[in-house]
């Protein structure tokens, strides 16, 4: 007797498209704070966090999305504590939520000591892009499979704030 398996959890995209995991589209992305990114106070200009946020961001969408992605919002970041010149940054960026043309991306960004091995949880960030085509048309995007309790509970979570959105857009 054959033991049946349980259907695949695929949500939003367009259905015609082949469905990813958020597996296949995450991004770590690492680089060396110099004083170059730093204020008098050394520590890392947010705004060039900021920067390298959207990249993180932008690449995951663009790797879900097999198109090029443009940013459309940035829910929340939020400076737990400060990077400091000569901290490795670290941005883990993950799929969490698909529309019909939109992706929306959470960010992870960590700050390690290299010489300590001491890595700080520094950032967290919600960011949103949409898939162009080639005439910078928004464009369909594959489905998103869940996989995990965790990936469903981002998916939940990532709707809700894709109605918050959607409710500050109609004010």
Not at 2 to 12: A, M, N, Q
Not at 39 to 45: E, K, Q, R
Request: glycine letters at 8%; charged letters at 25%; aromatic letters at 4%.
């Amino acid at each position: 007797m054959s033991e049946l398996k349980p259907s695949p959890d695929i949500r939003g995209g367009d259905r015609q498209l082949p469905a990813k995991r958020p597996l296949d589209s995450q991004v770590i992305l690492s680089q060396l704070m110099l004083p170059s990114d730093a204020n008098p106070h050394g520590t890392i200009h947010g705004g060039f966090v900021m920067k390298l946020i959207d990249e993180a961001g932008g690449l995951a969408s663009m790797r879900h999305a097999r198109h090029p992605t443009v940013t459309v919002a940035m829910d929340s970041i939020s400076f737990i504590s400060p990077v400091r010149v000569g901290n490795v940054l670290t941005l883990h960026g993950s799929v969490n939520w698909v529309g019909e043309t939109s992706i929306e991306v959470g960010i992870r960004v960590e700050a390690e000591n290299p010489i300590t091995g001491e890595i700080t949880h520094t950032n967290s960030a919600f960011a949103v892009y949409v898939a162009l085509d080639n005439q910078d048309k928004p464009c369909a995007v594959p489905p998103l499979i869940l996989e995990t309790d965790e990936d469903r509970r981002r998916w939940t979570d990532g709707e809700q704030r894709q109605a918050v959105r959607l409710q500050r857009r109609k004010k």
